[in-house]
């Protein structure tokens, strides 16, 4: 036990080595067995279809909790920009009390993808109080729009092997992200853009919610911005592209 026989300053020096060791391993997603959309693309072969990630400077731009009364003019934003996104839907007053929405998210082209039926944090739940939040929320979205979403978001991004086991048994791969501007925090939509400016990078995915308030007038100018730095915005499938989600595989920039 070398621990045992060092003195207490040497001991407090090697505690703080390893301390920042796992923090550089988790933070570069070695350790935790978390994927990064480059790394995705790097291990797959084929055509990528009509984006390329590989060649392009992507980002994705994600919408969580909805549908909403404010997500009707996201998306004509949205149209207007021919801009595609990714919504990650909640079951319980979102999607139940909003059908209509469901489905023109749909069949306007973006991304449909699952949040949980009441926004329960997963990793506090048994495994089949974690398959009924998953599973309500699937089924509905696939009522709704004949196709069941193969990925999902977990409340906070809070995962562990027993949520990741049973999204991996409903085909549900887990999207984190990189930037997010903390709009559940502030209705100020000159700062929520800012915030999502300032995190933008290539293959990065932006974490957003269309039922506050100051997101929504906030998405116009986030969108012009990275429009004129050179970005091509796409859904999550797209920037994984030509690799597809693996369900239980986390994805996080």
Not at 13 to 28: H, W
Not at 75 to 103: C, M, N, Q, Y
Not at 196 to 208: R, W
Request: hydrophobic share 40%; glycine share 8%; net charge neutral.
């Amino acid at each position: 036990m070398p621990f045992a026989t060092t003195s207490p300053v040497r001991r407090k020096v090697i505690a703080s080595v390893l301390a920042v060791a796992s923090l550089a391993l988790a933070l570069g997603g070695c350790s935790d067995g978390r994927v990064a959309p480059a790394s995705a693309r790097s291990d797959a072969k084929g055509e990528a279809g009509p984006v390329d990630c590989r060649k392009l400077t992507c980002i994705a731009l994600t919408f969580d909790a909805g549908p909403g009364k404010d997500t009707p003019r996201l998306l004509d934003i949205l149209k207007e920009e021919k801009v595609p996104a990714t919504f990650f839907l909640l079951g319980s007053k979102h999607v139940d009390r909003h059908p209509d929405v469901v489905r023109r998210i749909a069949a306007e082209g973006h991304e449909v993808a699952n949040h949980t039926w009441t926004h329960r944090i997963l990793t506090e739940l048994e495994p089949d109080e974690i398959r009924q939040e998953l599973s309500r929320t699937q089924d509905a979205i696939e009522r709704l729009t004949g196709r069941r979403p193969t990925l999902m978001r977990p409340p906070q991004g809070r995962t562990d092997d027993t949520v990741t086991e049973v999204s991996r048994e409903l085909g549900l791969a887990q999207v984190l992200w990189s930037v997010t501007a903390k709009d559940y925090s502030t209705t100020d939509s000159a700062l929520i853009r800012q915030r999502t400016l300032d995190g933008a990078e290539k293959d990065g995915i932006i974490l957003l919610h269309d039922i506050y308030d100051g997101t929504v007038p906030a998405v116009p100018g986030i969108i012009a911005e990275l429009k004129k730095r050179g970005f091509t915005f796409v859904t999550v499938p797209q920037l994984l592209a030509p690799a597809k989600a693996e369900p239980g595989t986390v994805y996080r920039p």
